[in-house]
T-cell receptor, first 113, second 113 residues
């Protein structure tokens, strides 16, 4: 059962534009939602995370928007740069019990200069 | 502060063999999780270790086993390797009361022939 669905699978954005990646989850017990950035040959790096008690969190050019009733959350990258070109994964987990992260399928983001 | 390290970087085995992968957690982190990432997919949770005991397991067969040592480093063992075990194996560590903030190592690329 796919518990976290991510879209789009791939995305091309012009330099300076806004990149938007969406995720939907099924398990209402999830209460921690991180985004990871992964470059080829590297492990995922934690970018930003949100808990369901807030609807938005911003860190620099990265913003997470969270809609608890729709069970959806999204990553917005403002002023996208070629260095942002990577694969992005959303994930979800429960903070009680085992800290098991359930990942989406990933979005390959390409920023054209 | 040293991040999560993994060894070896790459490994080639043949079907039926056994393999041991190693992970050193980030300083101050006492929980280690292992994930399997197939090509083009998101990481899948294998299991987690806390205080040297397994603290949750994903949908992986018993031939996947692990250990955590008193210094919080960890091993992943896979017996009777199958072709489908070819993947990037990721280790992630997290700090006490860190609400699931998991930091990943660079991974071990395992190829089974």
């Amino acid at each position: 059962q796919q518990q976290v669905k991510q879209s789009p699978q791939s995305l091309i954005v012009q330099k300076g534009g806004i990149s938007i990646i969406n995720c939907a989850y099924e398990n209402t017990a999830f209460d921690y939602f991180p985004w990871y950035q992964q470059f080829p040959g590297k492990g995922p790096a934690l970018l930003i995370a949100i808990r369901p008690d807030v609807s938005e969190k911003k860190e620099g050019r990265f913003t997470i928007s969270f809609n608890k009733s729709a069970k959806q959350f999204s990553l917005h990258i403002m002023d996208s740069q070629p260095g942002d070109s990577a694969t992005y994964f959303c994930a979800a987990s429960k903070t009680q019990g085992a800290q098991k992260l359930v990942f989406g399928q990933g979005t390959r983001l390409t920023i054209n200069p | 502060e040293t991040g999560v390290t993994q060894s070896p970087t790459h490994l080639i085995k043949t079907r039926g063999q056994q393999v041991t992968l190693r992970c050193s957690s980030q300083s101050g982190h006492n929980t280690v999780s292992w994930y399997q990432q197939a090509l083009g997919q998101g990481p899948q949770f294998i299991f987690q270790y806390y205080r040297e005991e397994e603290n949750g397991r994903g949908n992986f067969p018993p031939r996947f086993s692990g250990l955590q040592f008193p210094n919080y480093s960890s091993e992943l063992n896979v017996n009777a390797l199958e072709l489908d075990d070819s993947a990037l194996y990721l280790c992630a560590s997290s700090a006490p009361r860190a609400y699931n903030e998991q930091f990943f190592g660079p991974g071990t690329r395992l190829t089974v022939l």
